[in-house]
């Protein structure tokens, strides 16, 4: 299901420099009562984790990073 929708955003037109980061089985929700959606990061300050500098790279060699952004917005939203 979840590869599905992914491959279905990965190849829509509006989306842009798609990346997986992260790909494994979880076995019950990490983020309950936890939404998807976008947020604009462009507001946010210069001193939050993870994102001064921002570099894909670093996510791709320690996946693990993606689930520290996630606890991050999800405890600061």
């Known amino acids: 299901m979840i590869r599905d929708m992914y491959a279905r955003i990965s190849a829509d037109r509006r ?3 798609i990346r997986n ?3 494994r089985t ?3 929700r990490e983020f309950d009562g936890s939404a998807v959606g976008f ?3 462009d507001g946010l300050p210069l001193d939050t984790p ?3 500098p921002f570099s894909y790279e670093a996510f791709e060699a320690e996946p693990e990073l993606a689930l520290l952004v996630l606890e ?3 405890r600061n939203r």
Request: net charge neutral.
């Open 72 to 74: 991050y917005f999800f």
């Open 50 to 52: 993870f994102l001064n």
């Open 39 to 41: 947020k604009n990061l």
């Open 26 to 28: 979880i076995s019950s």
């Open 21 to 23: 980061i992260s790909d």
């Open 15 to 17: 989306h842009a420099n």
